[in-house]
């Protein structure tokens, strides 16, 4: 047994930062442990996480699911790895953990290419979340796509459909999201309480609509208020997960899908949609996508530097968590540091 460190929800919206024995025994021949160097902190599901809302994650509990560390022990049906690897993994706010790398819903393990930041690295769920919206998408080179929402999820799918090759208009409420977008180099960022998107659209798209809407809100009332944005025979993508309640006459909605002039074709663009590991039979897999994005970072395709705004000691996880619910224009992507742990 071994001391470790984590952090760890007592209760709902109550963060500490805890001491634990960590049993370092390797117990399963495809199991790897895993030290963390840096921490990723989501602000959607974690959130919903810590709210109580999602019924996996029992309080109380460690939050997290992406972690980039070092590998310091395997066992021995492990071939691909070595220790000393450092490794992109769903791992939770711990300095050590387990996985089983063969394990369909927490056995990502995907050694970082070198040249990457590990810091950068850390991004790489959040960017596969993103890529889903364009794996489950029929976006196609030339096509016009709108995005509502610009954390960091809604700003790396906008930067991904344009490395796609259509042209995106993206929308948010806050100026300073917006900002970020533009300087990440999204051509299309607007606020859509100052600035009539339909007009704004139409404008950009020579009187027509967008043929792809992806919402990276997950607020009911935007995507429902979109709906009037896409041309006939669109597409609407779900990224983001809608959870709070939401009245509005649903029969007008489903018109939308079944009625012309719309006759839209809604898709949900959850990331376990996909393997997590790859396979013959599916092109596209988890471990597949983190390889495409980690490169797309290394090379700098992918900005990560205007949506990551702080890099703390996860002894300060209150803070961390408090600032993605009540200062979201100041924290847009945090890192936990462990390295100094």
Not at 119 to 134: C, D, N, S, V, W
Not at 197 to 226: M, P, R
Request: with cysteine; glycine share 8%; proline share 3%.
């Amino acid at each position: 047994m071994m001391e470790g460190k984590k952090i760890f929800c007592s209760d709902i919206w109550k963060l500490d930062f805890i001491s634990e024995t960590f049993n370092e025994e390797i117990e399963n021949p495809n199991e790897v442990i895993i030290k963390s160097h840096f921490t990723h902190l989501s602000a959607g599901t974690e959130m919903a996480c810590i709210s109580g809302m999602e019924s996996f994650f029992q309080i109380p509990d460690t939050p997290g699911y992406t972690s980039v560390g070092e590998i310091v022990a395997m066992g021995e049906a492990v071939a691909e790895f070595k220790i000393g690897d450092l490794v992109y993994t769903y791992g939770p706010h711990k300095q050590y953990f387990k996985i089983d790398i063969t394990d369909r819903w927490h056995g990502i393990c995907v050694k970082l290419p070198k040249g990457i930041s590990p810091e950068h690295a850390a991004f790489t769920h959040m960017a596969g979340i993103a890529m889903t919206a364009l794996r489950a998408s029929s976006i196609e080179l030339g096509d016009w796509v709108l995005i509502t929402g610009l954390g960091t999820i809604g700003n790396m799918a906008a930067q991904l459909a344009q490395l796609q090759g259509a042209n995106v208009i993206a929308t948010d409420i806050d100026d300073k999201r917006i900002d970020l977008a533009l300087k990440s180099g999204i051509k299309h960022a607007i606020n859509s309480l100052k600035v009539d998107v339909e007009k704004y659209i139409q404008q950009e798209c020579n009187g027509n609509l967008v043929s792809t809407y992806i919402d990276a809100t997950g607020g009911a009332a935007v995507i429902n208020k979109s709906l009037n944005l896409v041309e006939l025979y669109g597409e609407v993508i779900l990224l983001g997960s809608p959870r709070a309640p939401f009245e509005t006459n649903i029969t007008e909605t489903f018109q939308k899908f079944h009625l012309l002039p719309h006759s839209l074709t809604m898709k949900g663009a959850l990331e376990f949609t996909y393997p997590t590991h790859k396979t013959e039979f599916n092109k596209h897999s988890l471990t597949r996508n983190a390889e495409i994005i980690m490169e797309l970072i290394k090379e700098e395709k992918l900005v990560i530097d205007h949506v990551y705004s702080h890099k703390l000691h996860p002894a300060n996880a209150q803070q961390a968590y408090e600032g993605l619910r009540d200062k979201k224009d100041e924290y847009i992507g945090v890192v936990f540091d462990w390295k100094e742990v």
